[in-house]
T-cell receptor
Framework: GAVVSQHPSWVICKSGTSVKIECRSL??????MFWYRQFPKQSLMLMAT?????????EQGVEKDKFLINHASLTLSTLTVTSAHPEDSSFYIC?????????????FGPGTRLTVL | GQQVMQIPQYQHVQEGEDFTTYCNSS?????IQWYKQRPGGHPVFLIQ?????EVKKQKRLTFQFGEAKKNSSLHITATQTTDVGTYFC?????????????FGTGTRLLVSP
């Protein structure tokens, strides 16, 4: 099946710094990727839809200047958490859909655990 | 906004017992998907249902999509310890094409040997 990777798998940073998370589709092209946030023992909350070559579509309540998304190629999307604060600590997961296969399911990356001190 | 609730939030069963999780959406869905997330892991796709009243089976798992396309259920027969994890339903609201998914609140299943 389709494989999605994320890097880094975990990161600890100081308050006020920025953190970049990469999401790659390894064996397929993904024109659309999705970024989710998950708090412990809670559901996945969609943050934004990342579209290759165009601006991301953010969900209501998600600050686009805080969470910068760039989808510069068909296999890579990045999420940058700018000026991170402790409340940004969370599990960030990306997913992608393999449109070429005709399937509708989303393939998830392993996630990135962000801790802001 | 769009809400997808699941009940129960948590269930602890003995191995061999059956388990069911129910998923209810505040609005009509064009399709419903089910995912399983093991502790410490990421969601893994199980199945998709598209048609009203559709029922699909995967070995011990039975999935159902309601007639009104606003609810769904997942039933596991004779649970095993490998079934441990959180089960999420996720729906695509009508009008969004086949783009985004709205995830349910999840049901965490614990199976004791």
């Amino acid at each position: 099946g389709a494989v999605v990777s994320q890097h880094p798998s975990w990161v600890i940073c100081k308050s006020g710094t920025s953190v970049k998370i990469e999401c790659r589709s390894l064996d397929f092209q993904a024109t659309t990727m999705f970024w989710y946030r998950q708090f412990p023992k809670q559901s996945l909350m969609l943050m934004a839809t990342s579209n290759e070559g165009s601006k991301a579509t953010y969900e209501q309540g998600v600050e686009k200047d805080k969470f910068l998304i760039n989808h510069a190629s068909l296999t890579l999307s990045t999420l940058t958490v700018t000026s991170a604060h402790p409340e940004d600590s969370s599990f960030y997961i990306c997913s992608a859909r393999d449109w070429a296969s005709g399937g509708n399911e989303q393939f998830f990356g392993p996630g990135t655990r962000l801790t802001v001190l | 906004g769009q809400q997808v609730m699941q009940i129960p939030q948590y269930q602890h069963v003995q191995e061999g017992e059956d388990f069911t999780t129910y998923c209810n959406s505040s609005t009509t869905l064009s399709n419903i998907q089910w995912y399983k997330q093991r502790p410490g892991g990421h969601p893994v796709f199980l199945i998709q249902l598209v048609k009203s009243g559709e029922v699909k089976k995967q070995k011990r798992l039975t999935f159902q999509f309601g007639e009104a396309k606003k609810n769904s259920s997942l039933h596991i027969t004779a649970t095993q310890t490998t079934d441990v994890g959180t089960y999420f339903c996720a729906g695509t609201p009508y009008g969004t094409g086949f783009q985004k998914l709205v995830f349910g609140t999840g049901t965490r299943l614990l199976v004791s040997p």
